[in-house]
């Protein structure tokens, strides 16, 4: 990343995230508001100290249409709500059984199983009724971006699919096809949903929208391929969570089907395919080509 970028980067991230975790915190329920123990869970996860990439490229995406972020934010604040509920579920013992995330004790470690169910169900609802009280966008944009994040988190284009592919193909090996479709679904549709949400907002045609989702695509890729890199290579200070947990539960990964040389490799390759997509936007996107540097380089 070019040195005069990376300063101005970092500057945009903090500035998302302060706005994001203003927002949510006027947006989720107070922990002393019953039922408490549910509430306190929510905020617990929430507010762990998440780098709030995905409601970042949302508001970056939308800037670059030309929207204002007041009317961006509440759907990226919805957008974190999916991605925690997300990590809470994936968190549990009859998912990927981890006891770490995001440096601190996972929800259902530090309250209890069935709380962090409960946690991860609220967030998920609470995100699509924040984004259809935002009554300040038209009904038809509000209608258009639910079935945005419904399709970015279910099946059978979603993330969800991708769960259900990724914990089918444990303990087996999996061809590299295989692999990326697992991880276009686990992890590309959602921050393929914060591209073209941002987008949506702003008013983006048709091939504007075309575009930013060819770039979105190889974003969300090219994140978990260095996802899966940092997993082998990284500390738990650096990460936040359990390294080296998937390759002990057998997990299908970029270093276990290419090789940690080829991975990084490949991670070039579609950062440079991102990049490409970019160029067809028409629009001033050096935020945008600095985020997919950021991911490239990311230690944590």
Same mark, same amino acid.
């Not at 706005?19 to 949510?24: A, S």
């Not at 995406?61 to 990590?87: V, W």
């Not at 259809?132 to 969800?160: C, F, K, N, W, Y």
């Not at 770039?215 to 500390?235: E, H, K, M, P, S």
């Given at each position: 990343?070019?040195?005069?970028?990376?300063?101005?980067?970092?500057?945009?991230?903090?500035?998302?995230?302060?706005?994001?975790?203003?927002?949510?915190?006027?947006?989720?329920?107070?922990?002393?508001?019953?039922?408490?123990?549910?509430?306190?869970?929510?905020?617990? !996860?929430?507010?762990?100290?998440?780098?709030?990439?995905?409601?970042?490229?949302?508001?970056?995406?939308?800037?670059?249409?030309?929207?204002?972020?007041?009317?961006?934010?509440?759907?990226?604040?919805?957008?974190?709500?999916?991605?925690?509920?997300?990590?809470?579920?994936?968190?549990?013992?009859?998912?990927?059984?981890?006891?770490?995330?995001?440096?601190?004790?996972?929800?259902?470690?530090?309250?209890?199983?069935?709380?962090?169910?409960?946690?991860?169900?609220?967030?998920?609802?609470?995100?699509?009724?924040?984004?259809?009280?935002?009554?300040?966008?038209? !009904?038809?944009?509000?209608?258009?971006?639910?079935?945005?994040?419904?399709?970015?988190?279910?099946?059978?284009?979603?993330?969800?699919?991708?769960?259900?592919?990724?914990?089918?193909?444990?303990?087996?090996?999996?061809?590299?096809?295989?692999?990326?479709?697992?991880?276009?679904?686990?992890?590309?549709?959602?921050?393929?949903?914060?591209?073209?949400?941002?987008?949506?907002?702003?008013?983006?045609?048709?091939?504007?929208?075309?575009?930013?989702?060819?770039?979105?695509?190889?974003?969300?890729?090219?994140?978990?391929?260095?996802?899966?890199?940092?997993?082998?290579?990284?500390?738990?200070?650096?990460?936040?969570?359990?390294?080296?947990?998937?390759?002990?539960?057998?997990?299908?990964?970029?270093?276990?089907?290419?090789?940690?040389?080829?991975?990084?490799?490949?991670?070039?390759?579609?950062?440079?395919?991102?990049?490409?997509?970019?160029?067809?936007?028409?629009? !001033?996107?050096?935020?945008?080509?600095?985020?997919?540097?950021?991911?490239?380089?990311?230690?944590?």
């Amino acid at each position: 990343m070019p040195a005069d970028i990376q300063p101005q980067l970092e500057t945009f991230f903090a500035e998302c995230r302060a706005l994001v975790d203003h927002e949510l915190d006027l947006l989720l329920p107070r922990e002393d508001e019953t039922p408490v123990t549910v509430h306190q869970a929510i905020r617990w !996860s929430v507010f762990a100290g998440g780098k709030r990439f995905r409601p970042t490229l949302l508001l970056a995406s939308g800037e670059t249409f030309g929207a204002r972020p007041s009317a961006l934010l509440p759907a990226a604040c919805a957008l974190e709500m999916i991605h925690t509920y997300s990590l809470i579920h994936d968190d549990l013992p009859s998912m990927d059984d981890d006891d770490l995330r995001r440096g601190r004790p996972t929800c259902h470690i530090r309250f209890n199983e069935a709380t962090a169910v409960l946690a991860g169900d609220a967030l998920q609802t609470l995100a699509f009724k924040t984004i259809a009280d935002q009554t300040q966008l038209p !009904s038809d944009v509000r209608v258009h971006l639910i079935s945005e994040l419904a399709t970015a988190s279910g099946t059978p284009r979603g993330m969800v699919a991708g769960q259900a592919q990724d914990l089918e193909a444990e303990s087996r090996q999996v061809t590299a096809e295989e692999l990326e479709r697992i991880h276009r679904l686990k992890t590309g549709a959602l921050i393929g949903a914060a591209a073209r949400c941002g987008a949506i907002i702003a008013g983006a045609n048709g091939q504007e929208l075309a575009n930013i989702t060819s770039y979105a695509n190889r974003l969300g890729l090219l994140f978990q391929i260095t996802d899966d890199l940092l997993d082998v290579t990284a500390t738990a200070e650096a990460i936040g969570k359990t390294p080296g947990k998937d390759a002990r539960s057998q997990k299908a990964t970029y270093p276990g089907v290419y090789g940690i040389e080829a991975a990084r490799k490949r991670a070039l390759s579609v950062h440079d395919e991102a990049c490409a997509a970019l160029k067809e936007i028409g629009r !001033s996107s050096d935020r945008l080509r600095a985020i997919a540097d950021f991911i490239l380089h990311r230690k944590m």
